[in-house]
Each structure stands twice: as C-alpha cells, then as structure tokens.
C-alpha cells in the first residue's frame, strides 16, 4: 500500500535560519512526488512537482529534492511568511487518479 | 478569479441531517477530485471523475456519500444522516488531464462542515 511519512510534525525556525523538511514514501512504481503549503483555513497551494531520483526544483526560498526513498523541502534563509503547513504527496501507478498524501510539517517562522 | 470555487465554506448541521457541497472546477479542467481533511492530518482521497464520469472511490466513501458531476463541469457531494465523524473539512480539486501523467492538482478553499 502505498505511503507517505513527513517529518518532523512541527518546526520552530528563527527568521533566517535554514532548515530541511523530509518525506519518507513507499509507492507501487512513483508517478509524481508532490509538495503542497497549506494555510490555516485554506485549501492546499501547490508548490512542485518531482518525477525522478536526482530531480530538483526551486522555487524562491524553497528547493525540493528526490531520491528513490525520500523528498526533502530545503527552505532557505526562511521569513515569517513562509510559517504554514507543508505537505507531500505521492501518486503510484496502483492507482490511475488518487494522491496519497502525508500528515504535514507545521513550519513556523519567528520574527 | 479562476481558480476552484467551493460552496458553502462553512456548515453547522445537526445529526442526522442531509448536506450538499458544491465544487466549481477550473474551467478548462476536465478531472475532478473530492477529498477529506481532519485536524492535523493530509486530505484523504474520496472520489475521482473525469468528464462526467466517476472513475475511483476510496472504501472511505460510505454509502451515505454521493457525488455526481452531471455536466462535467461542476460536481456536488452529498452526505446523507449525517454523524459526528462526518466533520471535517472537504476539498475539491481539479486537473486538466491533458497529459498522460496528470499530475498537478489544484484546490478549492473547502467546505468546513460541522455536525452537531
């Protein structure tokens, strides 16, 4: 069955200060690695994308990686407003249409 | 705006009762998709259709639940004698479906229902 685990559940980061977030995931053949930021109140936004090992994408102070087990999140020199809930999801080829998704990182950015 | 629109945000019912949701795709997106997301947790996938099609359900989706896309535009999901475990927020998302992998999928804002 296929399954997605993020750590840690919550982070506490003074402004500027980088840091990882990790997604552990066992899939049945991966179709696409997904990572969304969720405010409270708020449907998930969309961040990438990742298809492949090796694959990076970045998108302002944030840069997503993939290995054959895991994604991290890597978010650097990071500003109150990137304080929300990051999650990741996973599609296999078990399944034509549904994403599995994690529990989530809640980051929160101090001032 | 043109991104995916849910109504009503926000529902306060009482046991037993009857509720409908309403989704508004993307407009060009032919896939659409329910999910549920309890406090502190990821969506869970409920539903899947394409075009007017419902493709996949999740074992999730009891038979108190019903969605439909009538149009294969907008789709609605119903929650029948509703309980207390049925609260939670419900998302909608869509995805163009155009390629063959089909993977961006893009959320409304939810439906937070509570029953009470």
């Known amino acids: 069955e296929d399954q997605v685990t993020q750590s840690p559940e919550a982070l506490r980061l003074q402004e500027g200060e980088s840091s990882s977030l990790n997604c552990s995931y066992t899939?049945?053949?991966?179709?696409?690695l997904f990572w969304y930021r969720q405010d409270p109140g708020k449907g998930p936004e969309f961040l990438f994308t990742l298809y492949s090992a090796g694959e990076e994408k970045e998108k302002e102070r944030l840069k997503a990686t993939l290995t054959k087990k895991e994604s991290f999140l890597h978010i650097t020199a990071p500003k109150p407003e990137d304080s929300a809930t990051y999650l990741c999801?996973?599609?296999?080829?078990?399944?034509?249409?549904?994403?599995?998704f994690g529990s989530g990182t809640r980051l929160s950015i101090r001032p | 705006d043109t991104g995916v629109s849910q109504d009503p945000r926000h529902k306060i019912t009482k046991r037993g009762q009857n509720v409908t949701f309403r989704c508004d795709p993307i407009?060009?997106?032919?896939?659409l998709y329910w999910y549920r997301q309890t406090l502190g947790q990821g969506p869970e996938f409920l539903t899947y259709?394409?075009?007017?099609?419902?493709?996949?359900k999740s074992r999730l989706l009891s038979d108190r639940f019903s969605a439909e896309r009538p149009k294969g535009s907008f789709s609605t999901l119903e929650i029948q004698r509703t309980e207390q475990g049925d609260s939670a927020m419900y998302l909608c998302a869509s995805s163009s479906g155009l390629r063959d992998l089909d993977n961006e999928q893009f959320f409304g804002p939810g439906t937070r229902l509570t029953v009470l």
């Open positions: 899939v049945s053949g991966l179709r696409g």
């Open positions: 259709f394409q075009n007017e099609a419902q493709l996949e």
């Open positions: 407009s060009e997106h032919n896939r």
């Open positions: 999801a996973v599609r296999g080829y078990s399944s034509a249409s549904k994403i599995i």
